[in-house]
């Protein structure tokens, strides 16, 4: 099937977002805007969302679990459910957009990939996808790759 046109007001971020969580067969309805992710997160998105941002990272669910902040135990019931809740839902968006703009900043995925997994000097030698868990951490990740776009260094 060939892929959606993207809509007016898409950007290409939230295109290579929804690419990311597994493309226009995880989602129920046709993404129009980066609101209608809203709307998904909100509901609370399928749990091939977080199968999708693993195989991304290239780790399997256990690994990618503490990467959104998921307990093993949850992990377990969300898969049997298939549904993630809301707050899980949007730290799996978080995440999932991390891996967009990486590989977009890099050029593939798998150098965003190895970016995000390799100790990073101006995130204090972490590796940026340990920053995940949290909207600070994640925006720090942000203002890196910005740094990294625009040619700066350090």
Do not use: C
């Amino acid at each position: 099937m060939a892929p959606r046109a993207m809509p007016y007001g898409m950007t290409v971020l939230a295109r290579n977002i929804v690419a990311v969580l597994g493309g226009d067969k995880a989602f129920k309805e046709a993404i129009a805007s980066p609101m209608d992710l809203v709307a998904v997160v909100r509901k609370g998105a399928p749990f091939a969302w977080l199968s999708s941002v693993a195989d991304k990272l290239g780790l399997s669910l256990e690994a990618a679990a503490p990467v959104v902040g998921m307990a093993p135990r949850t992990l377990a019931r969300r898969k049997l459910a298939g549904q993630l809740d809301p707050q899980e839902s949007e730290r799996v968006l978080r995440v999932a957009k991390a891996i967009a703009r990486a590989t977009a900043v890099l050029g593939t995925t798998e150098k965003a990939r190895a970016w995000l997994k390799k100790e990073n000097r101006a995130l204090r030698d972490v590796a940026p996808i340990t920053m995940m868990d949290t909207d600070l951490g994640a925006q720090a990740v942000d203002d890196v790759l910005g740094r990294i776009e625009h040619g700066i260094i350090g």
